[in-house]
């Protein structure tokens, strides 16, 4: 897809997102659903980089977004940081910690990297509950209870109005997601999508493998990292809970519904899908098989997901006429 085409439909999506105050007001179940869509386009979006460009069969998504919500709320609670300075720092923090797992991962392929990855996924919820993390001031098994709001220039984006936060979040979406298109339609991608095809060929051409997967590591690291941080912010609370199946699976939800691979469909799917869960929350726990069922189905009907499948229609009627 071309990069007008891309940035067209990006344009397109914020901006119905973005009057979308102009309709509702501040309908705080409206503003928590579109505040949470924008988060998750954001790591969705990081996801579908690693695993539909590079070809990096990563499953530590969540768990940067954990580390960035849990390394700001500290940075906030126990050195007092200021709470716009800690997002920054959390993602900084989360691309070394990116860097650090994806440095095993160089010499590793396929499923290999995805149980690597997953470890970490899978250690992060004990060493968080553990003494260490106690000792860096997790809150244990409680979690951190009390976390700021964001202040940035003397202005609180407070729960009591949350447009002001929804738009912060807009923007913090938006200035992610240019970043990933930025990444995506530079020299960076056509590397991360030749490394994807043929490592060996591409390494012939003289792209560094060792250099442009720990990139795409670091890259997506701090920018999920740095919406994580926002996420721990606004709710005001964190518990490992995050770090629980659910959480996962409904990313990777996002990532099929979207279309792997075809970016900015990763942004269409978290919003469908948040929307969608939101929606499901009556049924309680048969919300997951809902979730489940609509997966199955999509994959049936739509194996490309919805922006595959909207970009084979459009090229056929191209044909047609």
Not at 73 to 96: C, D, E, K
Not at 207 to 225: E, H, I, P, Q
């Amino acid at each position: 897809m071309s990069l007008k085409r891309m940035a067209t439909i990006m344009g397109v999506t914020y901006g119905l997102v973005a009057m979308m105050p102009l309709f509702v007001g501040d309908i705080r179940f409206i503003m928590h659903i579109l505040i949470m869509c924008l988060i998750w386009a954001v790591v969705a979006s990081c996801w579908d980089v690693i695993m539909g460009f590079a070809g990096i069969f990563s499953f530590g998504q969540v768990a940067f977004f954990v580390i960035g919500a849990y390394s700001s709320a500290i940075f906030s609670v126990q050195l007092n940081v200021p709470s716009g300075f800690a997002i920054l720092l959390a993602g900084l923090f989360t691309a070394g910690m990116g860097v650090l797992v994806g440095l095993p991962c160089l010499k590793l392929a396929g499923p290999y990297v995805a149980l690597v990855t997953f470890g970490v996924h899978l250690t992060l919820m004990p060493l968080l509950r553990g003494e260490i993390g106690i000792a860096l001031g997790s809150g244990g098994s409680k979690g951190i209870l009390t976390i700021p709001p964001v202040n940035i220039f003397g202005y609180t984006f407070s729960s009591a109005n949350l447009v002001p936060t929804f738009y912060f979040a807009l923007f913090l979406s938006v200035a992610c997601t240019v970043i990933i298109l930025v990444v995506i339609k530079s020299y960076w991608g056509t590397a991360f999508l030749s490394l994807k095809d043929s490592e060996d060929f591409a390494m012939s051409l003289g792209v560094s493998a060792f250099k442009y997967k720990l990139m795409v590591f670091a890259v997506t690291s701090f920018l999920t990292g740095m919406v994580g941080a926002f996420y721990g912010h606004y709710i005001g609370m964190l518990s490992t809970r995050m770090l629980e199946l659910d959480l996962f699976c409904t990313l990777m939800v996002m990532l099929v519904v979207g279309g792997i691979g075809r970016f900015p469909g990763a942004i269409l799917g978290a919003f469908i899908t948040v929307t969608a869960n939101e929606l499901l929350a009556p049924l309680g726990t048969y919300r997951t098989v809902a979730l489940g069922a609509l997966v199955v189905i999509l994959v049936l009907l739509v194996p490309n997901g919805v922006m595959g499948f909207w970009l084979k229609r459009s090229e056929t009627e191209m044909r047609i006429g």
